[in-house]
């Protein structure tokens, strides 16, 4: 089944008239991802059949002002996406266009995208340092790292980048020495995995 979130936020992605308004229809999209999860009120008022369908349309399109292609009426091509996401009853999908809207754009300008999963939350310095790493590792321009707190880790992170995993963590190794101690004496590798080894089967 295709990914519909995805292909509206391609649709957009692709209509836009240049970066600068790409930029501005993004930031839009966050902010209004932003009030759906965070707005109850939002959320019941675009899934409330008995608002008309133009005021939807214009509480969305609000959320982008005037950009650079689109004239100074304000923003068209924003303004049609949003007319056409009421019309077609896909509202509430919109914080997960938003954030495949944000990945295509990370794309396109060479930003890596990299969760970091940690026992506690990293200091600025200590993210800053595997941010520049994993820029240096993937080939991007820069990374833009998203910080998620796991207790369950003990210590250490886990960083995952699309399908690929390398696990730095207490309980990823703990893990890996209970595998090898269950297996059976002759097909043992001797020396369980080193810590930071990707995860078996990803990556």
């Known amino acids: ?11 957009l992605f692709l209509a836009a008239p240049g970066r600068e308004s790409s930029a501005a ?14 707005d109850a009120r939002i959320r019941n008022f675009f899934s409330d059949p008995s608002v008309p369908k133009p005021a939807k349309t214009g509480v969305l399109a609000a959320a982008c002002g005037p950009t650079p292609g689109d004239g100074p009426v304000g923003p068209a091509v924003f303004g049609r996406f949003c007319a056409l996401m009421v019309d077609k009853g896909r509202t509430q999908l919109l914080p997960h266009i938003a954030r495949s809207y944000g990945e295509l754009r990370d794309a396109d300008e060479g930003i890596a995208r990299l969760e970091v999963e940690a026992a506690r939350a990293p200091a600025d310095e200590a993210l800053a340092r595997i941010a520049a790493a994993w820029t ?20 250490g992170y886990r960083l995952r ?31 369980p995995d080193a810590p930071g080894t990707p995860a078996r089967g990803e990556g």
Do not use: C, H, Q
């Open 1 to 11: 089944m295709p990914d519909r979130r995805r292909a509206w936020a391609r649709a």
């Open 161 to 191: 980048a699309g399908s690929l995993r390398i696990d730095y963590s207490v309980a990823g190794r703990l893990e890996r020495i209970r595998r090898e101690l269950a297996r059976p004496l002759g097909k043992r590798s001797g020396t």
């Open 136 to 155: 240096s590792y993937s080939g991007a321009t820069s990374t833009r790292a998203r910080v998620r707190v796991n207790p369950s880790l003990i210590a």
């Open 25 to 38: 229809y993004g930031d839009a999209l966050e902010g209004l991802r932003e009030a759906f999860e965070s």
